[in-house]
């Protein structure tokens, strides 16, 4: 059966939705068409052996759940059965099955009744469908017999479309069902040419797949409907016939994981190795069989974009603070308001060690977890950790407008625990944003895709060249792009850098604190007085703790006066400008002595900061053991490349401008980023004066001679 066959069983089955026009809108069809799909599969599937499995059944009466199940199966050859006396399709002479057509008064009834007669798996993935809503509603707008009569007649029979072929088909419907609700397909579908391109980087080096009967282990966190999951196993066949990928994947929506566990059961997968939950707090992989930790050869996912974690918080940051490294989330946790990286810091646990295999990752985020979050914070910490192991390989920036849900840049990223020798220490940037074609169509917000002559004759291969790119591990490589210029709109060719190799060390920085020294003038002038009263330590005085009585009356009585003594103490000091703390400080000792007024820290304190006032020409205030204050306003940070040196860097960029200016080292912090746009910014001059003044002219005349027209 040809890819093209594949196409026109699926839009046979999607062209049903004809029938559906009214009750249901576009984004609703797929409700109805992909679990009525699932069942008349597994209704031709079972069709055979439904009087064997019936009989058997009832040689098993008594025996407890896991035999009749382990003994049905055996007879059905597939890991489910029905023990119901209904059937979708047409039942065989002699059989003792009855239609569900036979009966159209009692339609709804007996399909829900057929359906729970499915073994727990099947009956499982349809409830999680909310058919029996469907059904419903089917029937109330007169529409369930003339919807089920057309499934019951497609043959999905594995005579006809094998395991691996009725796959295609049902991919097909899901990459409809998802167009058709384009404004919600983002939750669950990868573009199917992301899903290539991601593959491709992921696959093409690996060199022991080609090996007969290899077996590799592919797992997503966030599998949706299983498209990357599919097109991952289907490189590895197309590559060795005799390969056994095993695939694995978890969900938390109850749609996606049926359409994703239907999709494994209908290629005859291990449906069970996808796991419906949480992936953050019902973690589905965590021991293997074997009793150790579950890990796999290839990872990929496409977590969703800016999505809160808050929910899942308590779980996830008491593993963090309790496990450490041994659990998941060790190297720190971004801001509760984008948990990207957490599925990142996930994958990675589940990474095999390298004297095992190793593994190798490729993931899509949004520009966030490239640059968000300063030196020492969750983002900058979990970039840091993943560098400073030397496990990212690439990242690759995908063009605008791909996704159906989002315009906004994207990126993928490659990671792996088992570098080849010619990448170790080292990072590729690849700038992907120019390999776009424009779509005939678009499908909410995507208006572009990746260019894939496979899907479309005509368009450029342009998974195939940015593979190449990263195969070629290059710097400076380039390539040649039309573009439209941005004033003449006319298109212009252009070489642009494509690649770029980085140490890991270039992406690291420190972030250091420059101080300056506190300089204060201090003065008695009844202006800075009367700041007092704006100083908290000062309005305490006149405060109670007591509860009203005659004895809270007399605490705030007291205090007021101690307010005006200090206060007529301070103006008997004259209004003469002290540039130094020190003497200042002296000389507000000895007046006070002399009169028999002490005051206390929390009094002084208040004083000194009233009467007080910055200025660059007062003396240095010091401490007790004689080191300049800092000055708070004054601080400022600088960000010093990983590479250099601190002090060179100091001495060179600060001292020059600020020479009383020191580091604080305590503050200093390391922080991670990538500013892949930074990297691959093209400056563009401005035109020449007379150019633009031409231009302006130009258009000048172009207005002139429409304003003309009107006004004829």
């Known amino acids: 059966m040809t890819a093209e066959t594949h196409a026109q069983i699926a839009s046979f089955i999607w062209g049903i939705c004809n029938l559906l026009r009214g009750p249901y809108k576009r984004n609703e069809y797929r409700k109805v068409i992909l679990p009525l799909t ?36 055996r007879v059905t050859g597939v890991p489910f059965y029905n023990l119901s006396k209904f059937t979708l399709g047409k039942p065989a002479e002699k059989s003792g099955l009855n239609g569900l057509l036979d009966d159209p008064g009692q339609l709804d009834q007996n399909l829900n009744r057929y359906i729970g007669a499915f073994s727990p798996n099947v009956r499982a993935i349809i409830e999680r469908f909310k058919f029996s809503e469907e059904i419903s509603t089917l029937s109330q707008k007169n529409l369930l017999y003339l919807v089920v009569k057309q499934f019951a007649a497609i043959d999905l029979s594995p005579e006809r479309v094998d395991n691996m072929q009725m796959g295609y088909v049902f991919e097909e419907l899901i990459r ?23 593959v491709n980087l992921l696959l093409s080096p690996e060199k022991d797949l080609a090996r007969s009967h290899v077996v590799k282990t592919i797992y997503d966190p966030a599998c949706g409907t299983g498209g990357m999951l599919s097109v991952a196993e289907q490189y590895i066949r197309d590559l060795n016939s005799h390969a056994q990928p095993k695939l694995f994947g978890q969900d938390w ?73 041994d659990g998941r989330f060790g190297a720190g946790t971004p801001r509760v308001n984008d948990g990207a990286l957490l599925f990142l810091q996930h994958m990675l646990s589940k990474m095999r060690p390298p004297k095992d295999g190793g593994s190798r990752i490729a993931i899509v985020f949004n520009g966030s977890p490239l640059f968000t979050g300063d030196a020492g914070s ?66 909410g917000n995507k208006r572009r895709r990746i260019g894939d002559p496979a899907d479309k004759e005509k368009d450029p291969d342009h998974i195939g060249d940015i593979a190449r790119i990263y195969h070629d591990f290059r710097d400076g490589e380039s ?12 298109p212009v060719k252009r070489k642009r850098v494509v690649s770029k190799v980085f140490d890991n060390e270039e992406f ?3 972030k250091i604190t420059v101080e300056r020294p506190l300089r204060l003038n201090f003065q008695a002038s009844a202006e800075r007085i009367a700041r007092l009263d704006n100083e908290s330590a000062f309005r305490n005085l006149a405060t109670s703790a ?15 006066q101690r307010q005006q003594e200090i206060k007529a103490f301070l103006g008997t000091l004259g209004g003469k400008l002290c540039k130094d703390r020190e003497t200042f400080l002296s000389g507000i ?95 563009e001059p401005p035109r020449p004066l007379a150019v633009i003044e031409a231009d302006i002219k130009r258009l000048e005349g172009e207005i002139v001679a429409l304003l003309k027209e009107v006004t004829a």
């Open 38 to 73: 699932v069942l008349r599969r597994f209704d031709c599937i079972l069709a055979p052996t439904r009087a064997a499995v019936l009989k058997k059944h009832a040689d098993l009466k008594g025996k407890g759940d896991n035999i009749v199940r382990h003994s049905l199966t």
């Open 176 to 198: 409809i069902g998802a167009e058709q609700s384009n404004e919600e397909a983002g939750e669950h579908f990868t573009p199917r040419e992301v899903i290539k391109l991601m």
């Open 253 to 325: 929506n109850d749609e996606a994981w049926a359409v994703c566990k239907s999709d494994m059961l209908i290629k005859g997968e291990d449906a069970d190795n996808v796991v419906l939950g949480d992936t953050f707090t019902q973690d589905g992989f965590t021991r293997a069989p074997d009793g150790k930790r579950w890990a796999f050869d290839y990872m990929l996912a496409n977590p969703p974009f800016g999505v809160e974690w808050k929910q899942q918080q308590k779980a996830i940051e008491n593993e963090r603070d309790t496990f450490g490294f």
């Open 378 to 443: 969750g983002e900058s910490e979990i970039r840091r950790w993943i560098i400073e192991n030397d496990w990212l390989e690439a990242v690759v920036a995908l063009p605008e407008q791909l996704f159906y849900n989002t315009g906004i840049s994207t990126y993928l990223w490659v990671l792996t625990n088992r570098k080849e020798k010619h990448r170790k220490g080292q990072v590729q940037l690849i700038d992907a944003r120019a390999f776009w074609v424009q779509m005939e169509k678009s499908l």
């Open 479 to 490: 390539r040649a792009f039309t573009e439209e210029d941005a004033v003449t709109h006319k």
């Open 508 to 510: 690291g920085y420190r």
């Open 546 to 560: 007591r509860k009203a009585s005659a004895a809270r009356e007399e605490e705030i009585e007291a205090g007021r």
């Open 589 to 683: 000792k000895t007046a006070g002595k002399k009169i028999g007024l002490r005051l206390s820290g929390p009094e002084l304190k208040a004083v000194l900061s009233a009467l007080s006032e910055c200025d660059e020409t007062a003396e240095i205030c010091r401490d007790a053991k004689g080191n300049p204050e800092p000055d708070a306003e004054l601080r400022d940070t600088e960000t010093v490349p990983l590479k250099e040196d601190v002090e060179t860097y100091f001495k060179r960029e600060v001292l020059p401008h600020v020479p009383d200016a020191w580091i604080d080292h305590a503050k200093t912090k390391v922080g991670y980023e990538i500013p892949l746009n930074r990297h691959f910014y093209r400056y």
